[in-house]
Nanobody
Framework: QAMLVESGGGLVQAGGSLRLSCAAS????????VGWFRQAPGNKREFVAA????????YYADSVQGRFTISFTGAMDTVVLQMNALKPEDTAVYYC?????????????????WGQGTQVTVSS
């Protein structure tokens, strides 16, 4: 089972961009669904985006559609979340996770492996 390591978080002004990476240490993302979630203080963990490694089909929460892009690197060992036009409400800890299966899901309980998270802070 791969260990997931997120990186790329930080502080950015509203309207700016950040690029988050999720590396599968010792493994690759093959035949699986990989998702990004976020959790702001006092809120539940919520779905942001997901991508299937077989088809490369991506899925997005309505709140980030058109601003965020999820993709794999060529080696299939890293998932990238490119975040543009950031808003203060995007502020949260962002987590990547691997699903139990390959079917699309946005439910936290359908994901079995989680990284430790990376903080994203967007100032107004």
């Amino acid at each position: 089972q791969a260990m997931l390591v997120e990186s790329g978080g930080g502080l950015v002004q509203a309207g700016g961009s950040l690029r988050l990476s999720c590396a599968a240490s010792g493994d690759t993302f093959r035949n699986t669904l990989v998702g990004w979630f976020r959790q702001a203080p006092g809120n539940k963990r919520e779905f942001v985006a997901a991508i299937t490694s077989g088809s490369g089909i991506s899925y997005y929460a309505d709140s980030v559609q058109g601003r965020f892009t999820i993709s794999f690197t060529g080696a299939m060992d890293t998932v990238v979340l490119q975040m543009n036009a950031l808003k203060p409400e995007d502020t949260a800890v962002y987590y990547c996770a691997v699903a139990r299966g390959v079917a699309y899901s946005r439910h936290v309980n359908d994901f079995r492996s989680w990284g430790q998270g990376t903080q994203v802070t967007v100032s107004s």
